[in-house]
């Protein structure tokens, strides 16, 4: 726990009394390793291999799901529903 505030109070009724208000922060302290696996460990390495480069990869247009998008002559008229 680190101690991040403390607050003392005096007024006229606590006079005689010290009270005191300490807020405290938990901090968690761990410690991390990196490591590496072969490949043959794991269940799908084709799935879950490193990144490789594939060169030049060309966009190609996709289809919305149906029922997924509007048709470009709806975009500027109000939609109606049933």
């Known amino acids: 726990m680190m101690l991040t505030s403390l607050e003392v109070t005096r007024d006229k009724t606590s006079y005689n009394t010290l009270m005191v208000t300490a807020t405290l922060r938990q901090i968690i302290i761990v410690s991390t390793q990196a490591t590496t696996l072969p490949q043959s460990s794991q269940a799908t390495p084709e799935n879950t291999a490193a990144v490789q480069n594939v060169g030049t990869v060309v ?4 289809n919305p ?3 997924g998008a509007l048709p470009p002559t709806a975009w500027t008229a109000p939609l109606k529903f049933p």
Do not use: E, Q, T, Y
């Open 59 to 62: 966009p190609i247009a996709g």
């Open 65 to 67: 799901a149906p029922g």
